[in-house]
């Protein structure tokens, strides 16, 4: 009997123990916003470019409690170089950042070229500590955040918004992804959906240097004929020339679609104009921009 009372009896503090060391680890746990942990001076931090779009962040935590930093979708880095201006960087995914009492960390971010007129950044480029970007680039980022997709789809709907490039260049070989993005980067402009689709490829290098070409072009246009005919489709420069192969094809009378495909690898940034005639008339023509 006095044995089991014992064994009850210890068990009872460990049973407190473990109560004890529970509660202090859960209260010893915040939950914080990135910016609110900087206006509580929680933490200090510094980001520094380790090549290309990709930063390292390195971040201190000041507090006796483990801190757990929730930098949200649309946090926006600044190019802090001075005069030698670099590309400012926007995160596109949430991040939760998790830091122990007194501990130092680095951390792995990355995010997409928001100054596509500036040079990409280099290694040992140094970085404002970050704040929200302005809200179309926000919603942009939480839809991103929520609908994942590739890198390259996903910088040139950054750059749609950030330097006003063509929503035509969102696409990617699942287009019914793609599409949907054109359908709400298109909302944020408040601009028709685009007519066509010109897949490019972006690549910003390690050593900073930005490379941006066209690679192929996309359009289902609506056309009419009186009567069967042969048509002849094709790209033409501002200055009337052919620039592409010729397609031909037998059309139907009545209203259809036309599906265009091109290759536009080479051609260089201007107005073109997709161009689908037979003998006799044009039937379809429109500019689009590379």
Known sequence: MFKEEIMRANFSIVILGLTIFLTG????????????????????????????????????????????????????????????????????????????????????????????????????VTYTLGKLADSSLVYLAQYLNAHPIDQNTQQYAVWAISDHKETANITNKNDSLAGLLRN??????????????????????????????PLRFNANVTYSVAQTCYSYCYIIDKNGRPVSEVFGKWLQPESHQYKASFNVAGLKKGEYTLVLENKKESIFEKRFII
């Open 25 to 124: 680890n859960l209260l010893s746990r915040t939950e914080i916003s990135l910016q609110k942990a900087f206006d509580k001076h929680y933490i200090t931090a510094k980001a520094v470019c380790t090549g290309g779009l990709e930063l390292t962040y390195t971040i201190s935590n000041l507090s006796k409690d483990s801190l757990f930093i929730n930098v949200p979708a649309g946090w926006r880095f600044n190019s802090a170089a001075g005069k030698n201006d670099y590309q400012d960087i926007l995160m596109t995914r949430q991040e939760i950042l998790v830091l122990k009492p007194k501990e130092t960390k680095n951390f792995n971010i990355m995010g997409y070229c928001c100054e596509a007129s500036k040079a990409g950044p280099v290694v040992g």
């Open 184 to 213: 709400f980067v298109s909302g944020i402009k408040a601009e028709p959906i685009p007519w066509y689709t010109l897949l490019k490829r972006a690549n910003v290098t390690r050593n900073g240097n930005v490379y941006d070409y």
